[in-house]
């Protein structure tokens, strides 16, 4: 079976940003790679961008993956604003839904709060304080 893990870009605040999601989902990062750690003759790498993620993963469940890096300024700022792409978290509970979706979207701009949605589900959406698009989603099933 296949998975989705979303991979996210930052401006220099990646390792910031993914502290925040831990403290939110709870667990410890499967993997921190920094650009100075694979700095060498073939890729150098500048002195201001050594500490700069160049890849983390915080695992999500049990089969899930949220990845991230930080971009070089030499290949230019990305906006976050501008990127209409989504995260859909599904939960178990209205309980847990609930609580990612407060926790997460502390600092950031509700589009649409916590509530039963049009298509069946009890679901919210927001901006977080990041600029990183989610939705928050659970059966009503459940």
Known sequence: MSTLNPWINFNGNAEEAFEFYK????????KVVRFK??????FPV???EENKIMYIAL??????MLIAND???I?????ENENRSKILV???????ADRLFHGLSNGGEVEGPMGDSPWGSYAG????????EWIIECSLDK
């Open 23 to 30: 403290s939110v989902f709870g667990g410890e990062f499967s």
């Open 37 to 42: 750690d694979i700095a060498s003759d073939e």
């Open 46 to 48: 500048a002195e201001k």
């Open 59 to 64: 695992p999500i469940g049990s089969n899930t």
């Open 71 to 73: 971009v070089p300024e």
């Open 75 to 79: 290949l230019g700022r990305v906006n």
């Open 90 to 96: 599904h939960t178990e509970s209205k309980e847990e």
């Open 125 to 132: 959406m927001f901006r977080d304080k990041y600029g990183i």
